[in-house]
C-alpha cells in the first residue's frame, strides 16, 4: 500500500470501522491511521451519512449515527457538496460505464472534482473507473 494524500472514503469504510467488523474492521482501521500518518486530506459526501444511517436506524441502534457523526467532527474530514456539476459528471460517468449506481457515480464524481487522489472502498465493481485510482480496503 502507498501512501496518499487526499482521499475519498467511500461509505463501507466507515461501516466496517465504526462497527468493528471482524473482518474488514482493522483494514479501514489503516485507512484512518495512514490519513493521519501522512497529514492526508480525507473527503466524503452526506450520501455516505445516509447510507451509513439506515441499518442503525432500521434496527433501533440510533447512537451508532451519533457516533458517526462525533468521529466526523474528531477527524476533521471534509463533507463535499454535491452541486449540479458533480451531478453532471456523474451522470457522464454512469453513460460511460453502465453498471455503475448514481450514489457511487456522485461518490466518484465528487472524489475527483476534490482533486482526491485515490477513492477507498470495499466495492470491487468500482474498479473498472479508470478517472481516479481506486483503492480497495485489501490494499491496507
Known amino acids: 500500500m502507498s501512501g496518499f494524500k487526499s482521499a475519498f472514503i467511500d461509505t463501507a ?54 457516533t458517526f457523526l462525533r468521529f466526523l467532527e474528531e477527524t476533521n474530514i471534509t463533507c463535499s457538496i454535491i452541486e449540479v456539476n458533480i451531478s453532471d459528471s456523474a451522470a457522464r460517468l454512469r453513460a460511460k460505464y453502465p453498471g455503475l449506481k448514481s450514489i457511487d457515480a456522485l461518490q466518484l464524481a465528487t472524489a475527483i472534482k476534490c482533486n482526491c487522489e485515490v477513492f477507498v ?20
Do not use: H, W
Not at 55 to 60: D, I, L
Not at 121 to 137: F, G, K, P, S
Open 13 to 66: 469504510v466507515f461501516i466496517y470501522y465504526l462497527e468493528d467488523n471482524p473482518e474488514f474492521g482493522g483494514k479501514s482501521e489503516k485507512v484512518f491511521q495512514s490519513a493521519e500518518t501522512n497529514q492526508a486530506s480525507l473527503f466524503m459526501t452526506v450520501l455516505s451519512y445516509l447510507e451509513f444511517c439506515v441499518k442503525p436506524y432500521q434496527e433501533g441502534r440510533f447512537e451508532l449515527a451519533t
Open 121 to 140: 472502498t470495499n466495492d470491487r465493481r468500482l474498479r473498472q473507473v479508470d478517472e481516479i485510482r481506486v483503492m480497495l480496503l485489501e490494499e491496507f
